[in-house]
């Protein structure tokens, strides 16, 4: 068998032992890749989760707002119907008394 020089032995030690360190931290480092994947993963979901919230805070606002609104028309519709009411009412007992709506007629 021929005899290995030092030289050769040292070149394939060095190829052998490089290429083993660089197996191991693959190997140590494919924790970090997933712990850095889930850390970033984490931090789009809060962004996502805050970004709703001011969503909703904005559609609460603005429901808020209309609902301002729909009391406010309520309000008016019912100030209005109550009128008509009382002016149908008033409407009504003028017909039915004719003698004082013709009385209320000015003379031509």
């Known amino acids: 068998m021929p ?4 030289a ?6 060095a190829v052998l032992g490089g290429s083993g360190l660089k197996i ?10 997933r712990d850095d994947a889930a850390s970033a993963f984490r931090t789009e979901l809060r962004d996502e989760v805050k970004n709703l919230r001011d969503e909703l ?3 609460e606002t603005d429901l808020d707002n209309w609902r301002a609104k729909y009391y406010e028309l309520m309000e008016q519709f019912l100030k209005v119907k109550a009128e008509l009411d009382a002016a149908l009412r008033n409407a009504t007992e003028d017909f039915a008394q004719p003698s004082e709506v013709v009385s209320k007629i000015p003379p031509a």
């Open 8 to 13: 050769w032995l040292a070149l394939i030690g």
């Open 57 to 59: 805070r904005k559609v």
């Open 24 to 33: 191991m931290e693959s190997w140590l480092n494919k924790s970090k890749v």
């Open 3 to 6: 005899e290995i020089s030092q």
